[in-house]
């Protein structure tokens, strides 16, 4: 079965500065990934996903993330965070809906 | 209403207790999910409902009892639980089970605190 590595569980950053938050997943075959974020007292909203081809995703709020099947990595990044990026943020591995595997979490907070 | 809706958003009880939890999705989607988040660990994927039907139980104590009469409303029955139960239930829908857009749509969470 697949799993799920955050490789942070806390991130301070200042605003405007860039960002990123590591994932690493393992498993023995092609999976999908998905990057999902939790503002404080809400559910999870999908940022961005990967499903196939180019291994640069690029999600909302201005997030990308890379795939990179070599090093099982799918770190997200941001080039300059806003306070409003503060939040939760899970990296997630599926290979179908029933098996949908969630990192512990990361963290941002984002100080002026 | 729109999304995913989630009720009671917070509940208090004691361990002797009965109480429901309520989802309801306005997405039309045919597939409904109970995940539990506590503090510092991963969510935990209780129940799967596809079409109506359970298609997952994820070793989840029997005290939790899942119900899914329609394709647009998820419950949770909880019956004599425990303090380590406390935490955030929440509960998301899809269109379809495999493969296809991969989104998870989620409530905002119920958040129980077992005394």
């Known amino acids: 079965a697949q799993s799920v590595t955050q490789l942070d569980s806390q991130v301070p950053v200042f605003e405007e500065a860039p960002v990123e938050l590591r994932c690493n997943y393992s498993?023995?075959?092609?999976?999908?990934l998905f990057w999902y974020v939790q503002y404080p007292n809400q559910g999870l909203q999908l940022l961005l996903k990967y499903l196939s081809g180019s291994t640069l995703v690029k999600g909302i709020n201005g997030f990308e993330a890379e795939f990179n099947k070599s090093q099982t990595s799918f770190h997200l990044r941001k080039p300059s965070v806003h306070i409003s990026d503060t939040a939760e943020y899970f990296c997630a591995v599926s290979r179908a809906f029933n098996d949908m595997r969630f990192g512990a979490g990361t963290r941002l907070t984002v100080k002026p | 209403e729109t999304g995913v809706t989630q009720t009671p958003r917070h509940l208090v009880m004691g361990m002797t207790n009965k109480k429901s939890l309520k989802c309801e999705q306005h997405l039309g989607h045919n597939a409904m999910y109970w995940y539990k988040q506590s503090a510092k660990k991963p969510l935990e994927l209780m129940f799967v409902y596809s079409l109506e039907e359970r298609v997952e139980n994820n070793s989840v104590p029997s005290r939790f009892s899942p119900e899914c009469p329609n394709s647009s409303h998820l419950f949770l029955h909880l019956h004599t639980l425990q303090p380590e139960d406390s935490a955030l239930y929440l509960c998301?829908?899809?269109?379809?089970?495999?493969?296809?857009?991969?989104?998870?749509?989620f409530g905002e969470g119920s958040r129980l605190t077992v005394l």
């Open positions: 998301a829908s899809s269109q379809g089970l495999a493969g296809g857009t991969g989104e998870l749509f």
């Open positions: 498993s023995s075959v092609s999976v999908y």
